[in-house]
């Protein structure tokens, strides 16, 4: 799971980048988090299986979903109080819930309506 999370500037998210990392690490979870900004998005969008959005960011979300919907990318908006979580789990069950939403794309069971 590779994990992409942008800010303004990339140094906030550079602190959340490492905590989630952590966290995962901490869980035996093979994830990796990267800092990325908003300017180096369509650089860094290929190699992300999910992008969190800083929270001063929100209103950019829908700019950032039609990006990353061409490569089906998962996109989240961390909430306000993110720079608390100073373990990171809670920013890796953000991770969880939002691609739990998403289907399996190893998954080879069909469903037919």
């Given at each position: ?10 140094a906030s ?21 990267v800092?990325?900004t ?32 061409a ?32 289907p399996?794309p190893l ?7």
């Open positions: 799971m590779r994990i992409l999370v942008i800010c303004g500037a990339g998210s550079t602190f959340v980048a490492q905590r989630v990392r952590r966290a995962a690490h901490e869980q035996g979870l093979p994830y990796s988090a800092a990325g908003t300017g180096s998005l369509a650089i860094d969008l290929d190699s992300a299986d999910i992008i969190l959005v800083g929270p001063h960011l929100a209103a950019e979300r829908e700019r950032i979903e039609r990006s990353a919907a490569l089906d990318v998962a996109v989240a908006v961390l909430p306000d109080d993110v720079f608390s979580d100073l373990t990171g789990e809670r920013t890796l069950d953000l991770v969880r819930a939002t691609l739990a939403d998403r399996d998954s080879t069971t069909e469903t037919n309506a």
